[in-house]
């Protein structure tokens, strides 16, 4: 049988060979010494694509999304999020384990905002009793939504009501590359609406490893310390930034090819391509087996997908999947889905 074809994550791509090269060939340093031309590139590549002061390259998404978010919610402060966001989900407690913040989720079917119930649920200052609200955190686009874009009408309008109550906005950006491909919008205006975020390389854009957090340089001089906190200061670190910057070169525009399969695997699976922004698509299954399943009978068949509920799947395009695999996917699961 062919290799499997892995649809579980964009995360499971490898390197390719131009992108080994550029590790390869990368110049050096001691990054905890400021010293590593190559990461000081790509954090300066990225703070300028997003339209800030400053950026630092963090190992992971979840410990970018700590960062950032520390930088504007204290101990005992709460941020408001949608009820699926990653930061709530799938980050294992990080903001409450180490930055003993809260958070209140409101939900939406997209993943996306929904302002009236943001302000009713904004408290920063409800006297001795109540966690103060500090933040709103947005994700774009949304994972467990289905890959979602969040309208800028929307981002535009938290940013108004952020301003007017003195509150800070977050965007967990993990995706942002794919809602800028998707939606034509600007990363600079997608960054200029927001205090602080983070981004990662190692998704859609297809490096090994690697996030940075975005803000003003005073944000990021706080971040860089508590990354050296946190145990995440890297030294000759260069090598992996070199993927980043090759990604950033070479594989944002292409996104737009992940985003058309990701429509073709909806259209097989009995999901409206429409509702499909980018590079996940979100499937419910009916069969009495549920999406384990499913995931079970679709890997015998050499296509793995993943749950994320007892009736739910995930179908995730990268780069590391052509047209060919997908059509070949999009049988497989069109025949178990119709069973
Ligand atoms: C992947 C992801 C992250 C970060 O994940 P890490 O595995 O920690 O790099 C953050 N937010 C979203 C929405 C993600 O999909």
Redesign the pocket.
């Known amino acids: 049988m062919d290799a499997p074809i892995d649809l579980r994550s964009d ?1 499971v791509t490898r390197p390719t060979e131009a992108m080994r090269a550029a590790m390869a060939r990368a110049e050096v340093g001691d990054d905890v010494y400021g010293e590593d031309p190559t990461v000081a590139a790509l954090e300066e590549r990225v703070a300028a694509l997003l339209g800030h002061e400053a950026a630092l390259f963090t190992p ?6 700590v960062l950032a978010l520390r930088t504007v919610v204290g101990v005992g402060q709460e941020v408001l999020c949608e009820a699926s ?3 709530a989900r ?2 294992l407690g990080a903001h409450a384990a180490y930055t003993g913040v809260t958070m209140r989720t409101w939900h939406h079917p997209r993943g996306g905002v929904d302002l009236p119930t943001v302000e009713r649920m904004f408290a920063p200052d409800l006297g001795p009793y109540f966690v103060p609200t500090a933040a709103i955190a947005l ?1 774009n686009t ?2 467990f939504a289905g890959g979602t874009v969040v309208p800028l009408e929307d981002l535009r309008a938290v940013r108004a009501f952020a301003d007017a109550q003195g509150c800070a906005v977050h965007l ?1 950006g ?2 942002i590359w794919n809602a800028h491909v998707a939606s034509g919008v600007d990363l600079a205006t997608y960054g200029g609406l927001v205090d602080v975020g ?1 981004v ?1 390389l ?2 859609g854009l297809g490096a090994p490893v690697g ?1 940075l957090v975005f803000g003003s340089a005073d944000a990021i001089a706080e971040s860089r310390t508590w990354r050296k906190r946190m145990g995440g200061g890297m030294r000759q670190v260069g090598v992996l930034a070199a993927a980043g910057l090759h990604a950033l070169d070479h594989h944002v525009e292409r996104l737009a090819d992940d985003h058309a399969h990701a429509k073709r695997l909806a259209e097989a699976c009995g999901v409206d391509p429409d509702g499909v922004d980018t590079n996940i698509v979100v499937v419910e299954v009916d069969g009495p087996g549920g999406a384990a399943d499913v995931v079970r009978r679709a890997a015998e068949q050499g296509v793995r997908v993943g749950a994320v509920g007892a009736r739910t799947l995930r179908v995730v395009t990268h780069l590391d999947v052509d047209t060919a695999q997908v059509d070949r996917a999009a049988s497989v699961l069109a025949g178990l889905l119709a069973a």
């Not at 992971?60 to 999304?65: E, R």
């Open positions: 995360t992971t998404g979840s410990m970018a999304n966001a990653h930061i799938a980050e994700e949304h994972n967990d993990a995706r983070a990662c190692s998704k996030s």
